[in-house]
């Protein structure tokens, strides 16, 4: 008898109950992506970048509060408004802290999305990424841009 990998089902062992659906659904309520993200009206959402200095300092969304995952129970409710629609971002698909960080934020009760793919994709997909230097737009890369310039 062979053993799943890692303790995931086989598709023999899938119930047809709805849990699927009801789990992507779910997913997708709690997650945005980053074009998505880029088009929202301004002021709609507040963007955080929950990495520590050096990576916000390496380059991070311009706008975007920058609050590390460890500091948001106790500097988040002074600086971002009860009610807000949080986004939080990481680095990118590779880290899941941008995951942590919306967990905090959800236990102290806002309503809060992951951006997936993170700062990573945000670059790639030919988004402005803010440093001291100020702000730079690197080109596309046309094989992860769901939006490309026309």
């Not at 509060?65 to 106790?74: D, K």
């Not at 994709?121 to 990424?129: C, E, F, I, S």
Request: glycine share 12%.
């Amino acid at each position: 008898m062979q053993e799943a990998a890692h303790g995931s089902e086989t598709p023999e062992n899938f119930a047809n109950d709805g849990s699927a659906a009801a789990y992507f659904k779910a997913k997708l309520r709690f997650e945005i992506d980053v074009m998505a993200v880029a088009e929202a009206p301004a002021g709609s959402l507040v963007v955080v970048d929950t990495r520590r200095r050096a990576s916000w300092d390496h380059g991070h969304i311009p706008g975007a509060v920058h609050l590390p995952t460890a500091q948001i129970p106790e500097r988040a409710p002074g600086l971002i408004p009860a009610g807000s629609h949080v986004v939080v971002y990481g680095w990118g698909p590779g880290c899941n802290g941008g995951t942590f960080a919306a967990l905090a934020f959800a236990e102290l009760g806002y309503r809060v999305q992951e951006m997936i793919g993170g700062i990573e994709y945000w670059a790639r997909n030919g988004l402005p990424v803010e440093t001291a230097d100020g702000v730079t737009v690197r080109e596309f890369d046309s094989l992860v841009t769901a939006h490309q310039p026309q």
